[in-house]
């Protein structure tokens, strides 16, 4: 009875959104539900898993980039004289995650990782999960349906566990990247106007705020999960402490990564068909994970960048090493590991910049600008506050920013929200009551305009539906 509750919950969480979307989350559900049921009364039918499959992963195709295709095709057939009629499809909200949700069910049973599960109730409470089925953390079937099965409530410490973890995302989300999306927001609005210095603060601000702002969700995501006995693994861990870029993708949006290696990049091959497979198919998935991300060639210059440096990476490591020992630069120092990381960081930002741009012209736009018109003193001049955020708003953010990296920095060490639970209650206590005051002061009355945080998020989430 729990879990029926459950599922109508999310149901009606989800058709909030708008009552059409529900039709889509159904034909999903059904069709790997019953595909899966099928193969399996047909002796494991492989024609009938890549049937369930393939028409799962239409409902996305055709839906998050149909009117783009059509678009594209229009528009190389202009010269012609023919013009197609380019759609105007419906796009759901989440539809990238509750698809590639329900297709683990079809890949993990096909591979024999787990059994169907008999209880549809309870396999659709599986892909329809409202804490996750917007903006994820994906979660693997083999993994969640046993929870839904034998699900118990959380103890004492498990609530108080939650309690924090969300205050955290909270913070995160209300604080931070809801502050820097309105100057990040004010820059790429009118570029032509600033210098590079301004710019480049951009474009490392926005590095911070696409991260606060997914990751906020993930933990809120976590913690309210937890509150209802499911236990989802973290899908954030310090992106921006990582040292190469492989290391950041272990880090950066784990549930997404994970599921590509798992399920394109192994099957593709991995790393055991020699080097030279290995790197075209480090090519297809980050490829593949742009073209996912969103609609337009920027998204898929994105995915390539990050395939580059990878692949870069991984043929001059030997190099490198031996470089380094050759000259004797220490490896294993605080100095080199901060190099790294700025290193790594810097890319990643660069990187960025054709994600959140609206083309590709507008990314190279952006980057020609931000070494052709120089002007470091923009940044000292006030005019960054007359940017969008106030300079008592950036009063506000910076203390916040330093908060993050602290709390990045005794994360990495191993330190957890368990270690805020164990101690003594009134220390909780004083920090839970801090934490509260926090986020009404400063991100419920702090002065943003909420309006424009909407807005701005609201785009900034459709790049990952």
């Not at 990238?96 to 890949?107: D, E, L, N, P």
């Not at 055991?272 to 490829?287: M, T, W």
């Not at 996912?292 to 395939?307: E, K, P």
């Not at 004083?430 to 509260?436: E, S």
Request: net charge positive; aromatic share 16%; proline share 3%.
């Amino acid at each position: 009875m729990k879990n029926i509750i459950l599922l109508l919950a999310s149901i009606f969480f989800y058709g909030c959104y708008d009552i059409k979307y529900i039709l889509f989350l159904a034909v999903s559900i059904l069709i790997t539900y019953f595909g899966v049921c099928l193969a399996k009364s047909a002796n494991s039918c492989k024609r009938m898993y890549v049937c369930t499959c393939t028409l799962n992963l239409l409902i996305l195709l055709i839906f998050k980039y149909g009117s783009f295709t059509i678009g594209s095709i229009s528009r190389l057939m202009a010269p012609l004289g023919i013009q197609l009629t380019v759609p105007q499809i419906l796009l759901p909200v989440g539809l990238s995650f509750f698809v590639f949700q329900s297709s683990t069910y079809v890949f993990d049973t096909w591979s024999g990782k787990m059994e169907p599960e008999k209880n549809i109730l309870n396999y659709a409470l599986f892909v329809s999960f409202f804490p996750t089925i917007t903006s994820g953390p994906i979660q693997r079937a083999r993994k969640m349906l046993p929870q839904i099965r034998k699900r118990t409530m959380p103890n004492f410490r498990e609530v108080e566990e939650a309690v924090f973890v969300f205050l955290w995302g909270a913070f995160l989300k209300m604080i931070i990247a809801d502050r820097i999306a309105i100057f990040t927001d004010a820059v790429y609005l009118n570029m032509s106007t600033y210098g590079g210095a301004i710019l480049i603060l951009c474009a490392l601000m926005y590095s911070l705020q696409i991260y606060a702002d997914f990751s906020g969700y993930s933990y809120m995501a976590i913690a309210v999960a937890k509150l209802f006995g499911f236990h989802l693994d973290e899908n954030f861990h310090q992106p921006y402490l990582a040292g190469t870029i492989a290391d950041f993708w272990r880090r950066w949006h784990i549930s997404l990564t994970s599921w590509f290696t798992e399920y394109l990049y192994i099957p593709l091959g991995g790393n055991r068909r020699g080097k030279a497979r290995k790197y075209f198919n480090i090519l297809i998935v980050f490829l593949v994970s742009g073209f996912w991300h969103g609609v337009g060639l920027q998204y898929i210059v994105w995915g390539g960048i990050h395939a580059v440096f990878q692949i870069v990476g991984h043929i001059t490591g030997a190099f490198r090493e031996k470089m380094n020992h050759r000259i004797g630069i220490r490896t294993k120092t605080v100095g080199h590991r901060i190099w790294q990381r700025v290193f790594v960081f810097l890319i990643v930002s660069f990187a960025w910049i054709f994600f959140r741009a609206s083309s590709v012209s507008t990314a190279l736009e952006f980057i020609k600008q931000m070494f052709t018109v120089w002007n470091p003193w923009t940044l000292f001049d006030g005019t960054v506050f007359a940017i969008g955020l106030s300079a008592k708003e950036w009063n506000v953010l910076v203390p916040a920013l330093g908060v993050l990296v602290a709390a990045s920095h005794t994360r990495e060490q191993g330190k957890s929200v368990k270690n805020i639970v164990s101690q003594n209650p009134a220390c909780k206590i004083l920090l839970l009551v801090g934490m509260i005051m926090v986020l009404v002061i400063y991100g419920i009355w702090g002065g943003v305009d909420t309006r424009l945080v909407r807005l701005s998020m609201r785009d900034s989430r459709r790049k990952l539906w």
